[in-house]
């Protein structure tokens, strides 16, 4: 009995010490992407580490990561600035729900699949999470700042709403996050089960 406790108890506190760093990272990785931004768009890193942290710790853990990572974009992003002018109300549920969501869906996505084929249900969550951000934020930007996306189709010289979001925005930033996610989660995710598994090994 003590024996399975004091397993039960290292597993708990191996998986809080890996949350704790993975918020660091989503930290970190929005903060630089930030203040680097790679021209025309953002590069977005950050997803990674909520998949990672859904995958291996729990979808609610992949749900917190999601929801600093929205906390962090709503501190530090100019891009947040003309949202929170036209509705802040609706910029801080739309940035903080889409982090959130994007973390919990990736989590059930890998906890469900992973009956199956672990691999599979990592290459699913890494693919399902940029899904979920984007479409949350394109139904936001429909649903509360369509005035703001008609300012700027007048800077890209488009007047339909539609082209605008998903040839102007969505376009440019989901594929990139969707190639990222897909090449480097499961790869990452791979190397800590190895290392656990070592570990398990070992000890």
């Known amino acids: 009995m003590n024996i399975y406790m004091n397993t039960t108890t290292s597993v708990d506190t191996r998986k809080m010490v890996l949350l704790a ?27 990674i580490p909520i998949v990672i942290g859904a995958a291996l710790v729990s979808p609610l853990a992949g749900g917190w990561l999601g929801f600093v990572f929205g906390v962090v974009v709503l501190i530090s992003s100019p891009d947040v600035q003309p949202f929170m002018a036209l509705n802040p109300l609706a910029t801080i549920l739309v940035v903080s729900i889409k982090g959130a969501l994007a973390g919990l869906a990736a989590g ?5 699949l992973a009956k199956l084929n672990k691999t599979f249900a990592v290459i699913s969550a890494a693919a399902i999470s940029p899904i979920v951000n984007t479409g949350i934020f394109v139904a936001g ?6 005035p703001l996306v ?7 010289d488009h007047s339909d709403a539609a082209s605008i979001i998903f040839l102007g925005l969505v376009g440019i930033n989901f594929p990139l996050e969707l190639g990222v996610n897909l090449v480097l989660s499961p790869a990452i995710v791979r190397l800590i089960q190895f290392g656990a598994d070592k570990r398990n090994i070992s000890g």
Not at 22 to 47: D, E, H, K, N, S
Not at 108 to 112: I, P
Not at 150 to 156: A, D, N, Q, T
């Open 21 to 47: 760093l993975l918020t660091g990272i989503v930290i970190i990785l929005q903060v630089l992407a930030t203040v680097i931004p790679v021209y025309p768009f953002r590069l977005t890193l950050v997803l």
């Open 141 to 146: 930007l429909y649903l509360f700042f369509m």
């Open 150 to 156: 008609m300012e700027y189709g007048v800077f890209f």
């Open 108 to 112: 059930y996505a890998y906890k469900l």
